[in-house]
């Protein structure tokens, strides 16, 4: 987009926009939706919850729709890949394993307008700065599958009933291979101390993992503290 690069472009105006196309366009090509500002106010509630595990009750309470009303709105936004969500890792021999995906907020640009992070200044400050962040490596994730013809990638995350999470595992030639992401310039050891957690899988083989952080340079960490 050659005028937003060029700041000829107001950005709230462009998802002002873009909110209102998608609504009156796309959204009613999908299913009928009665209610434009209920529907703009869950878009919100699903903005706010990105890099969380997905609650549809919450979400309904909050917004004044019922559950079966929250899920099919939700299969509008994923069908129109306005969100994702990251599935649990979990097979049958690793039973404490929880089974809800995480929401992930595709467009963190207009997750930003719909949930008045105005600056980048105040949402590198705010609250959820880290989850935007979070949520941006995901978007970029997917999209270097979706770019070579994946449009099922094998990812998953990882969440035991000892709250031991990884954010995200991925799957390659039979091979796990696990991911932190940290908004952090200072990555440590205390990051990837949950990797190991994954030796304790049968049947699967564990590669290197890494952490995606906003470190200037690279940092080895020794095989043995990965539990790899």
């Known amino acids: 987009m050659?005028?937003?690069?060029?700041?000829?472009?107001?950005?709230?105006?462009?998802?002002?926009?873009?909110?209102?196309?998608?609504i009156e366009h796309d959204v009613r090509a999908l299913a009928q939706v009665g209610d434009q500002i209920k529907f703009i106010k869950f878009m919100t509630a699903m903005a706010a919850r990105t890099g969380q595990m997905l609650n549809l009750s919450a979400v309904s309470r909050e917004t004044g729709i019922s559950v079966p009303t929250a899920d099919r709105w939700l299969s509008i936004l994923i069908s129109s890949n306005i969100v994702y969500l990251l599935p649990p890792y979990y097979s049958n021999i690793t039973k404490r394993m929880v089974k809800t995906p995480k929401?992930?907020?595709?467009?963190?640009?207009?997750?930003?307008?719909?949930t008045k992070w105005n600056t980048p200044q105040v949402l590198e400050a705010g609250a959820m700065a880290g989850a935007f962040f979070k949520t941006f490596v995901v978007s970029e994730i997917l999209k270097s599958y979706y770019n070579t013809g994946i449009l099922e990638?094998?990812?998953?995350?990882?969440?035991?009933?000892?709250?031991?999470?990884?954010?995200?595992?991925?799957?390659?030639?039979?091979?796990?291979?696990?991911?932190e992401i940290k908004k952090t310039a200072n990555p440590g050891k205390e990051h990837i101390e949950h990797f190991s957690v994954l030796n304790k899988l049968k049947g699967v083989?564990?590669?290197?993992?890494?952490?995606?952080?906003?470190?200037?340079?690279?940092?080895?960490?020794?095989?043995?503290?990965?539990?790899?």
């Open 2 to 22: 050659p005028a937003m690069h060029a700041d000829k472009l107001d950005w709230q105006m462009f998802y002002a926009a873009y909110a209102k196309t998608y």
């Open 103 to 114: 929401l992930y907020f595709l467009d963190t640009g207009l997750a930003a307008y719909l």
């Open 153 to 179: 990638p094998a990812l998953y995350y990882y969440r035991d009933k000892d709250a031991k999470e990884i954010d995200i595992l991925i799957k390659q030639n039979g091979m796990i291979y696990p991911v």
């Open 205 to 228: 083989k564990i590669g290197n993992g890494g952490v995606i952080c906003s470190a200037l340079e690279h940092e080895r960490f020794p095989q043995s503290t990965m539990g790899a």
